[in-house]
């Protein structure tokens, strides 16, 4: 959106472009700051203030002018010191919002950020481990592709037994399905691989960037644990992180700074940002949680190590709806698709019954899922957050079952990771049926923890 008329005259008057610095003075008020592009009303002039927020101003009673822009200090070398005491921990950076700077031309944010440059601005990451860096790749994750997993996941199989733990910076859209990911593919790896990310730019006055990553590095020299998880702000304040379970975490919120929930399952511990770390279920010996929706699975790993870094792309996730028409699942089915994972409504249910003449067409939706489920998997998940699919309790999904659908207890986004894992294993279908049905690595919640709802 462009600015209003008026507004330009302004600028053009003072020469003033978008990215240059101003002084405003409006009645008593003064700001410093940069012009940014409009990005509601066209009268409102958009500047970005000093502490990184941005204010609007309308133009009436203003007066600004150009200054000239700051001197930026050099940047810090960031000088490694090893500390043979302390333990080693390897950043490797990907991406995203923890690793991104303020484009002026758009007012938007661009990864631009390297991670020499993260520790140079954070130097307490050096009081707490030895820190080695690495760039893996510079992107959005929204444009993560599982091809990168897969990088990802090799890469780690590669540098894990040189260090004591591995944080990963990621984007924080899509972090929960690459969490995942890795889950399956560095199946027992005994080291603690965590994930970060950030929903404020590091530039910004209330960036949470500095904090998740000292808690996941807290938690690495503190905690004994190995394994695939996700460390975030638990609340809006900068005071603790949970770290979360990879394969039971979900992005909440578009974004406030605590937007990931652990679903169904409490998070494995709180971390403060002075280091302290509380295990919120029962840590018992080998590392070994009980008593709670993740009883049974073992964050010490103790079976071998197996990097499994596959997966068949021939998926898909699709949500059913009110007016889901057949036709849209059969493209799939045209497509050479290998499997569906579908988020159906409630317990697991989708429009097959018909009742009147405006649902005649849902019999045909149940012919294409009984037709597709011989020779394509179809798993049944639920859009409800938390909570178990249960396909026992009414007629229709009693009909699913008997078409072929496999329910699953897990997120839709962990189903459909594991699903494009699976049939990268496996082309025969009764055999990726089966592993679809088993608890492999604790995706599966076999018993639902009250207090994570």
């Not at 700051?33 to 009268?43: E, K, Y």
């Not at 203003?62 to 700051?70: E, G, H, N, T, V």
């Not at 591995?166 to 899509?174: A, C, L, Y």
């Amino acid at each position: 959106m462009d600015y209003s008329l008026s507004v330009k005259k302004l600028l053009s008057r003072e020469k003033i472009s978008i990215g240059d610095r101003v002084q405003i003075e409006k009645g008593k008020n003064s700001f410093e700051g940069i012009v940014m592009p409009n990005t509601g009303d066209p009268d409102v002039l958009v500047v970005k203030l000093n502490n990184g927020y941005n204010v609007g101003l309308e133009i009436g009673d203003i007066k600004i002018k150009k200054m000239p822009p700051l001197k930026r200090p050099a940047a810090r070398k960031f000088k490694y010191e090893y500390d043979k005491s302390k333990k080693n921990i390897l950043i490797l950076h990907t991406g995203g919002t923890i690793a991104s700077k303020i484009d002026y031309e758009t007012g938007g944010v661009i990864t631009a950020i390297e991670p020499e440059d993260l520790i140079a601005a954070i130097p307490e990451l050096m009081k707490i481990a030895n820190i080695h860096t690495e760039l893996v790749f510079q992107m959005w994750s929204e444009d993560m592709e599982a091809d990168h997993w897969i990088l990802l996941a090799k890469k780690i199989a590669q540098e894990h037994e040189r260090f004591d733990g591995i944080i990963i910076t990621h984007g924080t859209d899509t972090i929960h399905y690459t969490s995942a990911a890795l889950s399956f593919m560095l199946q027992n790896i005994r080291k603690p691989v965590i994930l970060i990310g950030s929903q404020r730019s590091s530039d910004r006055g209330s960036s949470d960037a500095a904090m998740n990553l000292l808690c996941a590095a807290h938690f690495i020299v503190n905690a004994d644990f190995s394994g695939v998880a996700l460390c975030m702000h638990a609340s809006m304040d900068d005071d603790d992180c949970y770290v979360h379970d990879g394969l039971h975490v979900r992005k909440m919120h578009t974004s406030r700074r605590d937007a990931f929930r652990s679903i169904d399952v409490m998070p494995i511990a709180k971390v403060s940002r002075t280091g302290s770390v509380e295990f919120m279920t029962k840590y018992a010996e080998h590392g070994k949680f009980k008593g709670s929706a993740s009883a049974g699975v073992d964050y010490k790993r103790k079976g071998e190590f197996k990097s499994l870094p596959v997966f068949n792309k021939k998926v898909a996730l699709v949500r059913m709806r009110p007016g889901f028409s057949y036709k849209e699942l059969e493209f799939y089915e045209k497509s050479g698709y290998h499997g569906i994972v579908l988020e159906g409504t409630g317990l697991g249910q989708a429009p097959i019954n018909s009742i009147d003449k405006y649902t005649r067409h849902h019999a045909l939706l149940l012919s294409a899922i009984k037709r597709m489920s011989k020779s394509c998997i179809v798993v049944m998940t639920s859009q409800c957050i938390y909570g178990k699919v249960n396909l026992n309790v009414y007629s229709t999904g009693r009909k699913l079952l008997d078409a072929g659908v496999i329910p699953v207890q897990m997120t839709p986004e962990a189903a459909f990771v594991k699903l494009g894992w699976v049939l990268g294993h496996t082309k025969n279908i009764e055999s990726a049926k089966n592993l679809m049905q088993m608890n492999l690595i604790g995706e599966q919640v076999e018993r639902i923890d009250p207090r994570a709802f």
